[in-house]
T-cell receptor, first 118, second 110 residues
Framework: GAVVSQHPSRVICKSGTSVKIECRSL??????MFWYRQFPKQSLMLMAT?????????EQGVEKDKFLINHASLTLSTLTVTSAHPEDSSFYIC??????????????FGSGTRLTVV | RKEVEQDPGPFNVPEGATVAFNCTYS??????FFWYRQDCRKEPKLLMS???SGNEDGRFTAQLNRASQYISLLIRDSKLSDSATYLC???????????FGTGTSLTVIP
């Protein structure tokens, strides 16, 4: 089945630094990947939709200059949290659907990245 | 109003019990519906899609009621391994926007 690899699984960084999270589709091509954020006891919230070869589409309230998304190939999307602050500490998770996949088959999620900003 | 609403629980049930979760959605134009399972500190995993005619997968049965805009998940003969958070997920159109409920926590007790 479709596998999405996300790295790193856990990162601790100092306030003001930047962190890059990678999301790779291992056995399929993903023209579109999605980045979510989940705070404790809350639902997954879509941050942005990453389209291969074009600019990402950000959800309302998500700062595009703070959360940089790059989707340079059909198998890799990256999310960079720039100038991280403690309030950015969260569980970040990506998901993808194989190109041509039907909506009824859902999406495959990466294993998530737990970011802690100290 | 939230796009997708779920009772957060928690539901604590004994092994072997039957438990049902409901989820309501706000957009009548929603196209696709899913139940995902999320274990603590892990990624959500697709449990099952929900079809208009209802569908069953072993001990799990999913139902869709478009008139009332809700979906349900029934778990029969609960196992300890069923303990998790169950997320209701709705795709609003044929595009890519998925909306997640906050999840319903289930604990199956020996």
């Amino acid at each position: 089945g479709a596998v999405v690899s996300q790295h790193p699984s856990r990162v601790i960084c100092k306030s003001g630094t930047s962190v890059k999270i990678e999301c790779r589709s291992l056995d399929f091509q993903a023209t579109t990947m999605f980045w979510y954020r989940q705070f404790p006891k809350q639902s997954l919230m879509l941050m942005a939709t990453s389209n291969e070869g074009s600019k990402a589409t950000y959800e309302q309230g998500v700062e595009k200059d703070k959360f940089l998304i790059n989707h340079a190939s059909l198998t890799l999307s990256t999310l960079t949290v720039t100038s991280a602050h403690p309030e950015d500490s969260s569980f970040y998770i990506c998901s993808a659907r194989s190109a041509g996949g039907l909506a009824n088959y859902g999406y495959t999620f990466g294993s998530g990245t737990r970011l802690t900003v100290v | 109003r939230k796009e997708v609403e779920q009772d957060p629980g928690p539901f604590n049930v004994p092994e072997g019990a039957t438990v049902a979760f409901n989820c309501t959605y706000s957009n009548s134009a929603s196209q696709s519906f899913f139940w995902y399972r999320q274990d603590c500190r892990k990624e959500p995993k697709l449990l099952m899609s929900v079809y208009s005619s209802g569908n069953e997968d072993g001990r799990f049965t999913a139902q869709l009621n478009r008139a009332s805009q809700y979906i349900s998940l029934l778990i029969r003969d609960s196992k300890l391994s069923d303990s998790a958070t169950y997320l209701c997920v709705v795709n609003m159109n044929t595009g890519n926007q998925f909306y997640f409920g906050t999840g319903t926590s289930l604990t199956v007790i020996p």
